[in-house]
């Protein structure tokens, strides 16, 4: 196989001998310096070719490391002394004093409870 002819580096402009395997592809000398220079224009002109790839490669990363959702906080249920026989019939005064005792274990839920009994007192009230 006969040898390649001479060609100037695209890079440091020496002329140079290419690689029998690269042939007329070759474009660079294999001098270091320029094979470092040649890579990074090589990648460069690869990221401006595509550049969905690097935002999209990050997306992928983010979602494979993100944990797990958190298990939910296991609680005791507010009211879980209070008699059914109470709880299921409407409140009376008796009832919301066993609301105001249970009211010291979860203050939203008897709030809320006290709440609309208030409410519906006045409206009993206003007929």
Same mark, same amino acid.
């Given at each position: 196989?006969?040898?390649?002819?001479?060609?100037?580096?695209?890079?440091?402009? &020496?002329?140079?001998?290419?690689? =029998?395997?690269?042939?007329?592809?070759? &474009?660079?000398?294999?001098?270091?310096?320029?094979?470092? #220079?040649?890579?990074?224009?090589?990648?460069?002109?690869? &990221?401006?070719?595509?550049?969905?790839?690097? $935002?999209?490669?990050?997306?992928?990363?983010?979602?494979? #490391?993100?944990?797990?959702?958190?298990?939910?906080?296991?609680?005791?249920?507010?009211?879980?002394?209070?008699?059914?026989?109470?709880?299921?019939?409407?409140?009376?005064?008796?009832?919301?004093? #066993? $609301?105001?005792?249970?009211?010291?274990?979860?203050?939203?839920?008897?709030?809320?409870?006290?709440?609309?009994?208030? #409410?519906?007192?006045?409206?009993?009230? =206003? &007929?």
């Amino acid at each position: 196989m006969p040898e390649a002819r001479k060609r100037p580096c695209t890079i440091c402009r &020496r002329w140079f001998r290419p690689n =029998a395997r690269v042939g007329d592809r070759q &474009r660079a000398c294999g001098n270091p310096e320029c094979q470092t #220079v040649r890579r990074q224009k090589t990648q460069a002109d690869w &990221r401006n070719r595509n550049p969905g790839y690097s $935002i999209a490669w990050r997306i992928d990363q983010r979602a494979a #490391v993100q944990p797990e959702a958190p298990e939910p906080l296991r609680m005791p249920p507010p009211l879980h002394r209070l008699p059914w026989d109470v709880a299921k019939d409407q409140p009376t005064q008796v009832d919301r004093n #066993v $609301i105001n005792i249970a009211r010291y274990q979860d203050h939203s839920l008897a709030d809320r409870v006290c709440k609309a009994q208030f #409410v519906e007192e006045i409206r009993i009230a =206003a &007929r």
